[in-house]
């Protein structure tokens, strides 16, 4: 292990090898990056060697204004110097009471009139574990439904709920009454037929395995889905899909909790993503973004579920004073700039950006997303094709283009499955020359990597 230097300011290479070898092996991104992250500018951020990169990771959406944003910044500012308090458990402050009716300015339909707001933890898997505990209370209900390809966070719960396999194998008795139902990835239909067939046939399946008595599935307590799969290779759901989903869990009586923990406000182009479909779930899953930068999550839900008693969950930091304001500062902020509609705008440029280059690559399989959330499969170009015409993934490539990426002055991040998707998710304040920057170091990279 690296001894720190006394008497002495280290270098760059100093720190990331002092930290490297104190931190867990469950580094990812630092891992991935190899560099000390120092400063942040809106949509840029520079390395311990002075080199800028363009930041198409975003603390994975988390930072939606990007980095220190002049406003968030002042707002924060102000309050630190107020004398409130910056940590209150669950008791009502200015801070709570600011955030609170400027997010329920933000909740379409009916949500500002029916839904309740629970504070959990400051990550997004908090607010994961308070759901399934809320609605296995509310309906006495054991069972719980996910989909394939799910992310909903690393806790115990939230992992059991989430697909990927390779952090779930190691780790013995996860939640039990999980079952996962196949998700309309239309690349890789997982019934073989691709677009409305397979639409139409996954609601079918649901409804049947939801209605059969012998499905071997007791009734579930909730439902949990991504209106787009993030962690899971940006796979948007068709919005019939959505409306399918709703239309079958509402007719049954089965609570439908959509995670918008990474592709809520305003990052695909809408204030929420289940916005497109023009549903109103019974809850929703909110991080990231929601902080203006700092750790905050909720749990939003109609309050005919609000079946917890006082101190039925609880939490030393949630509702972080100073995330409140940054939240509240961070909304005000997307209205005042029209960042959501600017992202729709920003999202069909770069999805055309992008289409055009898949045009010249055989090596892109599919380019997907919706207004700033954009994942790019990467597939063996030589190997042949399946009865759908999407060629085998390949992580190996990915991952190399994305290191070369880095090279170009681009900092993203894979995942999907064999982590083959390259995921783009710049901050909504992102510039069109910007984007028109990403398209060309990412060509570049893919040129290094034929």
Known sequence: MTTPL?????????????VRDRESGARTYATAFGQVLEEGRGARVRDGHGRWYLDCLAAAGTLALGHNHPEVLRRVRAYLESGQVQQALDLTTPAKYGFLSALYRHLPGTMADTFRTQFCGPAGADATEAAVKLFKTATGRRTVLSFHGAYHGMTSGA???????????????LMPDVHHLPY??????????????????????????LTDPESGITRPAAVFVEAVQGEGGVIPAPARWLRGLREITA???????????????????????????GIEPDAVLVSKA???GFPLSLLL???????????????????????LVAGAAGLGVMDSEGLVEKAAAKGRLLGGLLGELAARRPEIGQVRGRGLMWGIEIVDPDAPADSLGARPADGDRARRIKRACLDHGLLLESGGRHGAVLRLLPPLVVSEDELRDVATALEKALSDCA
Request: proline fraction near 7%.
């Open 6 to 18: 006394v008497n002495a300011a280290p270098t760059a290479d100093e720190m990331y090898a002092y």
């Open 159 to 173: 992992l059991a709920l989430t697909g990927n396999l390779s952090a779930k194998e190691p780790v013995p008795s």
């Open 184 to 209: 309309p990835y239309d690349y890789r239909c997982p019934f073989g037929l691709g677009g409305e067939q397979g639409v139409d046939v996954g609601l079918a399946y649901l409804e049947r395995l």
């Open 251 to 277: 007719r049954l009586d089965i609570p439908l909790v959509l995670d918008e923990i990474q592709a809520g406000f305003g990052r695909t182009g809408t204030m929420w993503a289940f916005e497109e479909a």
């Open 290 to 292: 929601v902080g203006g």
């Open 301 to 323: 839900y109609h309050s005919r579920y609000d079946a917890w008693r006082p101190g039925a969950h609880a939490g030393t930091f949630r509702g972080n004073q100073i995330a």
